[in-house]
Each structure stands twice: as C-alpha cells, then as structure tokens.
C-alpha cells in the first residue's frame, strides 16, 4: 500500500468505510486467492464498486439478512476462506449478535466482522442507525478481538492486519466522509498496542479510541492553552488490552480520562477500568462517553454536543474534573 | 447422481437402524437424571441410516479431506441419532457413545470435533443452513461434486432466519445442498399447528424454488427414492413425514418425551419392543 500524503488526504475524503472497501479491500484481494467479502446490500453505500468489478468471484452479497450473511460467512471460512462482512455497526452487532456468538466466538470462524457507521455517523437517520453498545456487546464474547481505528490510515493498516490473521474480530469503523486526520504521515501500528499522540507531559493522560481521538486531538490542545497539561493516548485495540501501557499510564498520571462515541457501560473506558480495578491503587477515571442513554436525532455535530463529544465539551469536562481533584 | 441398491441394502440399513435405536435407549439410559432428547432423536434414525450408510461419501481414516460430504445438523436434538449414526460409520466406539453426556467426555455438549466427523455444532435452533450455504457455495467454487446435507426440525422452522437462507440457498442454485426436515409434527410444547403452523409447508418450500421431495422418513426405500430424486440448478428440501420417538410405544407422540428421563422399568420395556419389531 502506498502511504503518501496525498493518499492520507485522499483516504480521508473517502472516509473510514469508503477507504475500507474501495481501497483495502481490492489492495488484499489482489494478494489472497482465499479472500472474501460479504454485505448485506450495502456495496454501494460502502464504495465497493472497484471491488466488485475487479473481484466478482470473491464477492457476495446476501440482500437484507444480516444474521444468514453471517452464517454463510461461517461456512465459507469453515472450509478456508478469510472472510470480510459487513454492513452498519448497529446491524452486524445486534441483529446478528448470535450468529456471531456462535460461529466467531465459540467456533473461531475466520471472520472479520466490519461495523461501519459506528457510534453516531448516521445522526440524522436516528437510533435504529447508531452504534453506541456495539464495543459492549463484541468485547465480551471470548475469542473476538475488538479494533476501533482513529482514522483513514490506521484503518489501512487495521484491515491489512485483519487479512493476515486467522482471528475473528469485529473492526468499528467511525466517522462519515471527509474523516479527520489524526496521522499526517506513516507511523508504527502495532496490534494490541496504543499510541501515544502527544509529547509525555502533565498529570491528565486522555485516551480515546475511533473518531474521539482526533476530538482529542484537538480537546487536548484547548487545555494546553488553559494550563491543562494532558497526555493523549489512542487505543486502536480494544480487546486484548494494552496491559502494559495502561500499566505505565496508572503509574504516570493523577488522572484518567476515557473518550469514546459509545455507552460508558460496557465500551472501552470499562475495558480500563476493569482492568484498573484490580490495582492496588491508581489514579481516579473520568468516563467520557453516551450516559447510558439515547439522543434525539439531529446532526452529527448536534448530537456528538449533546454527548458531551465534541472537543470544546470535552475540554470543559477534563478542566473541570481536573479542577474538582486540585 | 442415483444411489445403486438392492435388497441387501435396504435390509442392512434397517438392521442398521435398529442398531442405532438400541444404542440410542443405552444412550438415553446412561444419561440417567439428567434425561435427553429421546422423541427427536428417534424419529431421525432412518434419515440419518440412510445417510450414514448409503448416501453420503466420507472417509473415517481422512475425516478432514476437503472432497467429503458434509452432514450439517440444525436440529441437534437429533444427538441420540447422531451420534450412534457416527458409531455405525466407524468414527466412534460404543463405549464413548455411553459416555456422551458425561464431564470431560469428546462428545459432551455436542461440539464441532471434525475428526470424529461432528462437523459443526449446533444447539440455538435455525442457524446451521446459513452455514450449509457458506459450505455448498465454496464447493461451487472449487468445482467438487460433493454435497451438504442438512438436518432440520418442523419446530425450527419458525425461526426467521432460516427462512432467509432458503430465500439466498435457491437464489446461489445450490443443487449441492440437501436439507431434510424431520417432520415429526411435535415441537415442545405440542402440535406444530397449534403451537406456529407451517403448513402448507411443501407449497412454502416450493414457492421459495426449493425442489421439493416428500417421503415417508421410517421408510428406507422412500427415503431412497427421495435422496435419488434431484433437479439440477435448485436447492432440494426432503420433507420426512415421521414420528417423535418412532419405535417405543410410550414416546411415541408425547411431547413430554421431547427432553425427559429414562427410567430402567421403561428403557427394558423400550428395548423388548424395538428387538421385536
């Protein structure tokens, strides 16, 4: 794949979906005879035409049944394929979550499961159309690991790695087109392993997975400039956890703040704090994300404020809960 | 493709049958409190007789080579015909068959083990065709002849998502998958018409361009004759008219036998029948 400048703007435009399928996709099945892709009558939706005219043979689409694409997926992979499905995040992990239980989770099918249009990307359509439990409801089935890449590049980079594992795994793709770019140029991504964005420094580490961590980005520049020193991490991976990392992180920082589009309960500030739990001590965790509720529709911009998701209304939270320990 | 047989056949594979309904009391008597699915099981001995010994094309010393028939089962309360079916192939002793709900035991749970041919394990109802389809499509691909057969129960069919998977199986022209539906007329609670009805169940089948074959599933010649019976470019469904728990007169349409315990009075009084019939 080459990753040029160009190309990372190029891919930003297509957004995380279009860059999935109509870029990935046909880079992958160029190499692997064994590959296929499935949608439930999204191939349009998800700019996979390039793909579908260069690869037919490796491509399937099932109309409108998520829950058969997912056992047909089964099968194909039961008998060697490496197989990509996909459709909506809130379709491919609710709908079919017992397909995926049962054939990726407990009979470790080699299927890679892509939830597009995760979190609130469809604002405007409404809840049946959001994704905000999805991280939940994969992360606590064995065997299936969970990525939630920050942007266009590192969701390349996620989708190559998903070709080259027999694993099943759910991959939550976010944001809509025109995604923003969190990595201007090439960087190291290392599976189960977070990145840390900004220089080490202050007593705040902030980490934020999917869309929320070019929020971040730009949340963690606002405290700068009010005297708010944070530390930015992206967790590309939420399940397995970066142990390691988070280890340092409870070590380094008085503060622990998790940002992501999706329910506080069961999503990735629960994976840390599962994990925090067991510590013998360590530093107090601000959950950034939906309260355990719906919202009303509106636009993406409308509802990530009414969240608390936008970087102006995360930057108050982390000021203020910062405030509240001083 | 036509299944040559004579006489002697069909006389080995109901001696088979009657092996396998032995097995399965033996089965159901180990089990002892617990209890098991003796009314499903014993009203797919035939089917899986049949399929077992004649129809499908399988290798117990190469249970994973790629051209092998797949037996895919939906309905796994068919374990205690199963089960002695593979023990009849030769995949499994009989004294492992006993041991089948027992802790720590290879067959306990009813899980995918493909060297001991259970190629897929089921359990939550209407799930296992979608993936008889993933299997028949990539033989399509690799352009082997070989066929997924695919065990379903009357009762399963009022999940929805089977009803996808016909849709999308007839849709591929999947002539290579087979599914026969264990039309036993009980699901747990009672009549399958009372209950959720599926009739007019051959018109459904065919109207969603299934080829549709209908046979009377105790009897091994019409179950012959069903499985010979295949029309290139669809899907073929083998409707099994049958009996929950065929063979023991005090099983036999009682839906508490649908899941129950064995006691030693009924499984000897179960066996006098079946030596006899």
């Known amino acids: 794949m080459n990753i040029s400048s160009l190309n990372i703007r190029k891919w930003s435009m297509l957004g995380q979906r279009g860059t999935a399928f109509g870029v990935a996709m046909p880079e992958i099945a160029s190499k692997m005879d064994n590959v296929k892709l499935l949608t439930a009558d999204l191939a349009l939706l998800s700019g996979m035409d390039r793909y579908v005219s260069m690869y037919p043979d490796k491509f399937l689409n099932v109309g409108i049944a998520e829950q058969n694409m997912i056992g047909i997926a089964a099968g194909l992979a039961m008998e060697g394929d490496v197989v990509f499905a996909t459709t909506y995040a809130s379709f491919i992990a609710v709908r079919s979550l017992e397909h995926v239980r049962q054939h990726l989770s407990y009979l470790k099918c080699n299927v890679k499961l892509i939830g597009s249009s995760a979190g609130v990307v469809a604002a405007k359509s409404g809840v049946s159309h959001w994704a905000t439990e999805d991280i939940a409801f994969m992360r606590a089935l064995p065997n299936i690991k969970v990525f939630s890449p920050a942007d266009c590049l590192e969701t390349v980079k996620v989708m190559e790695y998903a070709a080259s594992t027999d694993e099943p795994m759910y991959i939550r793709l976010s944001g809509g087109l025109n995604c923003p770019i969190v990595y201007k140029e090439d960087y190291e991504f290392e599976p189960g392993k977070m990145v840390c964005l900004s220089e080490k420094k202050g007593d705040v580490a902030v980490i934020a997975t999917g869309l929320m961590v070019s929020e971040s980005v730009k949340a963690v520049k606002l405290l700068e400039e009010k005297g708010v020193d944070c530390t930015l991490y992206n967790m590309h991976t939420i399940k397995p956890l970066d142990k390691e990392t988070l280890d340092e992180i409870f070590a380094d920082y008085k503060l622990i703040v998790t940002v992501e589009e999706h329910n506080v309960i069961g999503g990735m500030g629960s994976a840390v704090s599962e994990y925090k739990a067991i510590k013998e001590s360590s530093p107090r965790q601000v959950f950034v994300g939906f309260d355990d509720c719906f919202l009303d529709a509106g636009s993406q911009r409308y509802v990530l404020e009414q969240a608390g998701l936008t970087y102006e209304k995360i930057a108050s939270r982390i000021e203020a809960e910062w405030e509240k320990r001083k | ?277």
């Open chain 2, 1 to 277: 493709m036509s299944f040559t047989r004579n006489t002697d056949d069909v006389n080995n594979i109901k001696a088979m049958a009657k092996r396998m309904r032995l097995n399965a009391l033996d089965m159901a008597l180990e089990s002892g409190n617990n209890g098991s699915h003796l009314g499903g099981g014993l009203s797919c001995i035939e089917i899986l007789a049949v399929l077992y010994g004649k129809v499908m094309d399988y290798d117990v010393a190469n249970p994973e080579k790629f051209e092998r028939d797949r037996f895919i089962p939906s309905k796994n309360h068919c374990v205690l015909a199963h089960l002695p079916a593979l023990c009849e192939a030769g995949y499994i002793e009989k004294n492992e068959l006993l041991e089948f709900q027992k802790d720590g035991g290879r067959l306990t749970g009813y899980p995918m083990r493909k060297e001991i041919g259970l190629e897929y394990s089921g359990g939550s109802l209407g799930m296992a065709i979608s993936v008889g389809i993933g299997i028949a499509l990539k033989f399509k691909e690799k352009k082997v002849d070989n066929k997924v057969y695919i065990l379903l129960g009357d009762g399963e069919l009022n999940e929805g998502s089977i009803w996808e998977a016909f849709m999308s199986a007839a849709h591929y022209h999947l002539d290579n998958l087979v599914a026969i539906i264990d039309r036993n007329h009980l699901s747990y609670d009672g009549d399958t018409e009372e209950v959720m009805g599926i009739e007019p169940l051959s018109t459904k089948l065919e109207s969603f361009n299934w080829h549709v074959t209908e046979c009377d599933g105790h009897d091994v010649e019409s179950l012959f004759e069903a499985f010979d019976d295949v029309l290139e470019g669809k899907p073929h469904v083998i409707v099994a008219e049958t009996v929950k728990g065929k063979g023991v007169s005090f099983i036999e349409n009682r839906r508490e036998w649908h899941h129950h315990r064995l006691s030693k009075d009924e499984y000897e009084q179960a066996i006098e029948e079946i030596t006899k019939a």
